[in-house]
């Protein structure tokens, strides 16, 4: 996120003789970046760079304690001051007016609040409208504009009620019901899903869209005498849903996304008392509600001196460590050769582990002060992934048959899952579609291949034959994730026979044993069971292959049909024999001879009952059929002789009468 803050606002924490244009370039070298710097009347703006785990920097405090510690070691005077973890704060305890809070912990990780009386409300000071417009915010009176003020000083949003206006005084911290709405201070009419953190005024009134903006129902206006400041830490992640699922992006809601410091909420609290007293006269009318659930723990990461500096790749003395760590707020001790650090608090989610910490001594001692070399790193050898290799494999073979290959979304519409004929239960179904056209995880490939020859009919010479290698993902029960499964789809305008031929010569280049070709008894509803084959390697199934059936191919708009064949590759990559096996050039040549076979049997029996009559029968090449008969070109050899015609003529009558029995 970008953050606009003035000078001024950066030097109530920073003290430095540097100027505007030494500190935005020193800084930016090694801390936040200063994207822009402008001069308004006397005044620098800075537009800065905020990343997302450092939201400590999205402030001029944070900003300034980055400052310090950068600006130190270019050798320019500069100290953190001000620091509001330092100071100790007195709240009033026993106060008469009192108002209940009823709270989810699991909506809050802190909240604080505290009534204050004799408000007196009235436009802000020309320092703080200027303050606030040049950081881009709108001034709405000397209250309201506190909360804005310590917003871009501290990190932390607070907010700020009538009090009066309140019902029953007694709020409730909890999810928004679906269908309930909330009038914003913007003036909109927020529709409400169901969880969204809301506050509701103990009469059924809703006067918060929390972490995000105030309700009008409890703005504080000229009128207000009595108010109820509340200083909160939310859940970051119902925060950030509630945000964009509406649109409304605040300053506020993407502070709380971000996980604010909870330490933070105490000092705010206090700062706001002391200028709310100041500027409107209010005093507290009630003792401080501070709510916190589960206090974290205090974390500390040990640093080894000698692994930070082989991991940096210079020599950083241990005082440089120590004291660039310690103005970043680190404390720690040294213990032997390491130092163990207590990561402070408004640094708790991202330092987690030494390399955090190196990087931390890293940027602040200077990048750029780093050996310009790329560091000598021998990576292993990656191993083998035999299915990628397959996957590349058959792509290039296929393309150089004739097929063109296809890439389609991973997600396909619920019209065409039952336009092939399944069952839309068997799909993963996404809870955030984009739209309706891509809505569920696709279990097979075949109904995508149909659409692309659907939307290519009539706009190609020729027969069509497309392919695609991708995933597909099978719902497994008890699971989220579903099972990953590496698919080869080809689908082709051209006959059965032809691209039989053609999946045969692809699991033959690839090396797959015993491939076999049975009718099929229960194949995808999109095949016709008529005219369709398993296709398997020993008892292991890898696909099907077939036509598809004319009622498919109506609906989804389809004139001719074409022959599909769909294999699992993550199970058929299984079957691939890695040994390649040499076998010399025969001494002795084979004999040719054509056959034709009156039998009804299928091709695939006959062809496997004649190789089984002897091993002098090398290959078994199918020519064409007619009423029955079917020709067949058989080579006939032997490793030791040539074979003499009568030899091969006793053993074409051998084979003629196996398929008289």
């Not at 830490?233 to 996980?259: C, D, M, P, W």
């Not at 498919?552 to 004139?559: A, E, P, Q, S, W």
Request: aromatic residues 8%.
């Amino acid at each position: 996120m970008d953050i606009i803050i003035s000078d001024s606002a950066l030097r109530k924490f920073l003290d430095t003789p540097a100027t505007a244009e030494i500190l935005s370039q020193n800084i930016s070298l090694c801390g936040p970046t200063f994207d822009r710097t402008k001069k308004i009347a006397g005044n620098y703006i800075y537009e800065i760079e905020a990343i997302t785990n450092r939201v400590d920097t999205a402030s001029a405090m944070g900003v300034a304690r980055e400052a310090a510690a950068i600006l130190t070691q270019f050798n320019i005077p500069a100290k953190f001051v001000n620091d509001p973890y330092q100071e100790k704060f007195n709240f009033p305890k026993n106060l008469s007016k009192q108002f209940h809070i009823n709270i989810d912990k699991n909506l809050v990780v802190r909240f604080t609040a505290i009534a204050l009386e004799n408000i007196s409300v009235h436009p802000s000071s020309k320092e703080t409208m200027t303050l606030l417009e040049n950081c881009g915010l709108r001034s709405l009176n000397n209250c309201v504009d506190i909360t804005n003020e310590l917003t871009l000083l501290y990190g932390l949003p607070s907010h700020i009620f009538d009090l009066d206006k309140l019902g029953a005084q007694s709020l409730t911290i909890r999810d928004s019901i679906e269908g309930e709405s909330i009038i914003t201070l913007d003036g909109q009419n927020n529709q409400l899903g169901e969880g969204d953190i809301v506050i509701e005024d103990g009469t059924g009134r809703l006067v918060d869209l929390c972490g995000i903006m105030g309700g009008q129902i409890a703005e504080v206006d000229e009128h207000t005498k009595n108010i109820l400041l509340i200083v909160p830490v939310y859940n970051h992640k119902k925060i950030r849903g509630t945000s964009l699922r509406l649109q409304k992006r605040t300053l506020a809601a993407q502070l709380f996304e971000k996980q604010p410091d909870p330490e933070l909420c105490l000092p705010v609290m206090a700062k706001a008392i002391q200028l709310i007293k100041q500027r409107s006269g209010g005093e507290a009318s009630s003792s401080l509600f501070d709510y916190y659930p589960v206090p974290r723990p205090t974390k500390f990461v040990t640093l080894k001196f000698k692994w930070l500096n082989d991991f940096v790749g210079v020599i950083i003395s241990q005082d440089t460590v120590v004291s660039i760590l310690a103005s970043l707020g680190f404390g720690g001790t040294i213990e032997g050769d390491s130092l163990v650090c207590l990561v402070p608090s408004w640094r708790y989610h991202d330092i987690n582990i030494k390399e955090d910490l190196a990087e931390e001594v890293a940027r602040i001692y200077g990048y750029f002060k780093l050996p310009h070399a790329l560091p000598c790193v021998n990576l292993p050898a990656e191993p083998r992934n035999l299915l990628l290799e397959t996957e590349k494999e058959s792509k290039k073979y296929l393309s150089d048959i004739g097929y063109n290959e296809v890439y389609n979304s991973s997600l396909v519409s619920l019209s065409l899952i039952e336009k092939s004929g399944l069952d839309p239960s068997s799909f993963i179904r996404l809870s955030n579609a984009l739209s309706q056209d891509y809505g569920y995880l696709r279990t097979s490939l075949i109904p995508s291949a149909l659409e692309n020859h659907k939307h290519n009919q009539g706009k190609v010479g020729g027969q069509l034959k497309t392919v695609e290698i991708a995933n597909c993902y099978q719902k497994i029960e008890g699971r989220e994730l579903p099972r990953e499964i590496s698919t080869l789809a080809m689908l082709s305008g051209e006959d059965y026979r032809k691209i039989k031929g053609e999946i045969e010569a692809l699991l033959w280049k690839l090396r797959v044993k015993d491939i076999s070709f049975k009718p099929s008894r229960t194949p995808p509803p999109f095949f016709n069971p008529a005219g369709t084959a398993d296709i398997y390697s020993k008892k292991l199934l890898l696909g099907h292959i077939g036509s598809i059936k004319p009622a498919v191919l109506r609906k989804i708009g389809l004139l001719n049909n074409p022959m599909a064949i769909e294999i699992n590759l993550a199970d058929m990559v299984l079957k691939i024999n890695r040994k390649y096996e040499f076998h010399p050039v025969p001494e002795y040549p084979p004999v040719l001879e054509e056959m034709t076979i009156d039998s009804r049997k299928s091709l695939g029996d006959i062809i496997e009952t004649i190789q089984n009559t002897s091993q002098l029968i090398k290959k078994v090449q199918y020519i064409n059929s007619f009423k029955g008969k079917h020709s067949f070109g058989i080579s006939f050899g032997s490793d030791n002789k040539n074979l003499e015609q009568s030899e091969i003529n006793t053993l074409k009558d051998i084979i003629q009468n196996r398929f008289k029995i």
